[in-house]
């Protein structure tokens, strides 16, 4: 069987053919690369959207985080300075009643000071009450509420106290801790440290150890 020719018609034909297959090769190019941009800026979109709510919420958090600081620092200044004010109260309790006390202890005491302090970088301490005698000094620190720390800490500046306050280098040292209120046991725990304990007694204050109580000296 014998080929017929090609003619120009069939290949102006193919060439038709080729030129709509490339059409529509383009155009489906075309619509996926602009669908391709539709979703990338959908994308984006969503993407700046998530960013403004996060920063909005960040905003938020920071507003609340800096609000809880500001109520939680005035409510820090406002317990320490009612602590500090109750402390003065206690001070002011014992200081006049310190002399007959201790007298009553066989320390006769011939002056009271209230806070003195050492403000010496490595030497610092302060004292909330120091009674004196000349050869016996007794270091009394007062809490509106005294706690176990509050021992300790008195514990901690007795041994101390002589390099802070080399005036006093000759004395007999002994601790006292006064409290209105007195955590469970820490009297206990004071007088088995070797400190007197002064606790309120109607009007005045007293000091509760026993007659049997022999305070340790520093």
């Known amino acids: 069987m014998s080929q017929q020719p090609v003619s120009i018609d069939d290949i102006y034909a193919l060439f038709q053919a080729s030129q709509e297959d490339l059409k529509r090769s383009r155009e489906e190019y075309d619509r996926r690369a602009a669908e391709a941009d539709r979703r990338s800026a959908e994308a984006d979109r969503r993407s700046a959207e998530a960013d403004r709510r996060a920063a909005e919420v960040k905003a938020e958090s920071d507003r609340v985080m800096q609000k809880l600081e500001r109520s939680v620092a005035e409510t820090t200044r406002a317990v320490n300075a009612l602590t500090t004010r109750w402390g003065r109260f206690v001070e002011e309790l014992v200081e006049p009643a310190a002399v007959a006390l201790f007298q009553s202890r066989g320390i006769a005491i011939r002056e ?68 209105i209120e007195i955590d469970e046991g820490v009297d206990r725990y004071a007088y088995q440290r070797g400190l007197f304990v002064i606790k309120p007694s109607g009007d005045t204050v007293e000091i509760s150890n026993d007659l049997r109580f022999r305070a340790v000296a520093w």
Do not use: W
Request: charged share 30%; hydrophobic share 35%; with cysteine.
């Open 112 to 179: 009271t000071h209230q806070r003195i302090k050492n403000s010496d970088k490595d030497l610092g301490m302060e004292i909330d009450i120091l009674v004196v005698n000349g050869s016996e000094v007794v270091i009394i620190e007062c809490k509106s509420r005294l706690s176990r720390d509050d021992v300790n800490d008195l514990l901690d500046k007795l041994p101390r106290f002589k390099q802070s306050f080399p005036r006093y280098s000759d004395c007999q040292v002994y601790g006292a801790v006064a409290g």
